[in-house]
């Protein structure tokens, strides 16, 4: 996959002519709800313009977590959310769970907002003739990968969330190689059941652990390792 470099800002051009096309203030278009901006530019037009429909180089960093450093990913996840309009109903969650993952709280929370409001807000009405499963698992995706830090990097299963600040509590359920875990996260408490037949390796709240097969495991965030 070729992957051009960051120039002297960090940016990672999303194209090769990305960078050097024309910008445009996007927020009056975003606050007029989705495809507003087709009023005014058709796809000629707008294909001149430093204009991003969803999720592209953001989503190369919800992908590839180890990939780039986090420097690097909050100045392209704050350059690249600035040109995207999210007229994909699958936007706005991979930009939330890239946000929880940088330490950006309150944008992560306004996205899984917005994203819920695909469907059960005045806007896009994509659920009137049945159910958005896309949209669906995308909201799935910002809660438990977003806020429950769920996360498959190098060295295996990754656990570290961060929970709204509203949010008592989640609870979730995966299957990792076939064991079934489950997740309980009450503030910087969390609680992993292993309910498989095999002892489990996991990173939770940053230490490495080993959860016995039929026991559970109770760890605590170390606020000294927070980025």
């Not at 499963?133 to 806020?147: D, E, L, N, R």
């Not at 949010?167 to 875990?181: D, K, M, Q, T, Y």
């Not at 002892?199 to 097969?213: K, N, R, W, Y």
Request: aromatic share 10%; with cysteine.
């Amino acid at each position: 996959m070729y992957l051009p470099s960051a120039n002297a800002e960090g940016i990672i051009p999303q194209t090769d002519e990305y960078l050097s096309l024309k910008p445009l203030d996007l927020e009056k278009y975003k606050q007029d709800g989705v495809l507003a901006i087709t009023k005014k530019l058709n796809g000629d037009q707008l294909n001149r313009y430093m204009v991003s429909k969803q999720a592209d180089l953001v989503m190369l960093m919800f992908l590839f977590p180890d990939l780039f450093d986090r420097n690097i990913e909050k100045k392209n996840f704050t350059f690249y959310e600035a040109h995207t309009l999210h007229d994909s109903s699958l936007s706005k969650s991979v930009h939330c769970i890239v946000a929880n993952r940088l330490g950006m709280k309150k944008t992560a929370y306004r996205l899984f907002q917005e994203a819920l409001d695909i469907d059960l807000g005045p806007n896009m009405k994509s659920s009137d003739t049945g159910i958005h499963s896309a949209s669906m698992g995308g909201i799935w995706q910002s809660a438990i990968i977003g806020f429950g830090g769920l996360s498959f990097r190098e060295g295996g299963l990754h656990i570290d969330p961060h929970l709204p600040e509203n949010w008592e509590r989640i609870r979730f359920s995966i299957v990792w190689h076939g064991n079934a875990l489950l997740i309980t996260v009450s503030g910087d408490r969390m609680e992993v059941t292993n309910l498989g037949s095999e002892d489990i390796s996991a990173s939770l709240f940053q230490f490495q652990v080993t959860i016995p097969a039929g026991a559970t495991i109770i760890k605590e965030r170390n606020r000294k390792n927070e980025f």
